[in-house]
């Protein structure tokens, strides 16, 4: 299995600005597009933590927003709150309890899961109410647009969009395969 391009590669290329897990010399970066109330994205979610911890420091993992207003009315807030969380160093937390709460996405429900990873959720609040992070959310998303993504998820392996399927199997393979690719073994 390869990974193909599919309109532009990513155009805004990964950075001190990202949300990013795994060490920044790892031979694979995988970027994801996502939306926290997509229930493909929630799928994809536990999927991606799995690879993670089976690859280890051989992969970077990124996030970023994307979300799709007009059919996940609760993504816009949902993102402004893993922002938020990580403002005050707890995105990955806030990124987690999100897709593991997907139907419980209402201004109350995002205040409760701050306050339950032990954020101060008076400020989270206000920055919810006033949407401090709505342009980090909104850069997040054009640079999406600009790399071609249309849906959710979407992944970038090392920069090329990966239009294959993303289930354990087969998206454990074409990371395994760019590791391999990288270190100049053929598969």
């Not at 999100?98 to 339950?116: C, K, N, R, V, Y």
């Not at 006033?130 to 993504?149: I, K, L, P, Q």
């Not at 990966?162 to 087969?170: I, M």
Request: proline share 7%; hydrophobic share 40%.
């Amino acid at each position: 299995m390869t990974t193909k391009p599919h309109g532009p590669a990513l155009v805004l290329h990964v950075g001190p600005r990202d949300h990013a897990k795994g060490p920044t010399n790892a031979p694979v970066t995988l970027v994801e597009y996502g939306d926290y109330e997509c229930p493909h994205c929630g799928r994809a979610h536990p999927i991606v933590r799995s690879i993670q911890r089976e690859l280890g420091e051989r992969l970077r993992f990124v996030f970023r927003n994307f979300p799709l207003t007009e059919a996940h009315p609760n993504a816009e807030n949902a993102a402004e709150a893993a922002e938020a969380a990580g403002a005050q160093g707890k995105f990955w937390e806030m990124h987690d309890e999100l897709f593991d709460h997907q139907d419980a996405l209402e201004p109350s429900d995002l205040i409760g899961m701050a306050t339950g990873i032990g954020l101060d959720s008076h400020k989270v609040a206000a920055e919810l109410k006033s949407h401090v992070y709505a342009a980090r959310v909104r850069e997040d998303f054009m640079s999406g647009v600009r790399s071609g993504v249309n849906g959710t998820p979407t992944f970038f392996l090392n920069g090329v969009r990966y239009d294959g399927p993303w289930d354990r199997r087969d998206l454990l393979a074409v990371v395994e395969a760019a590791i391999d690719a990288v270190a100049g073994r053929p598969r």
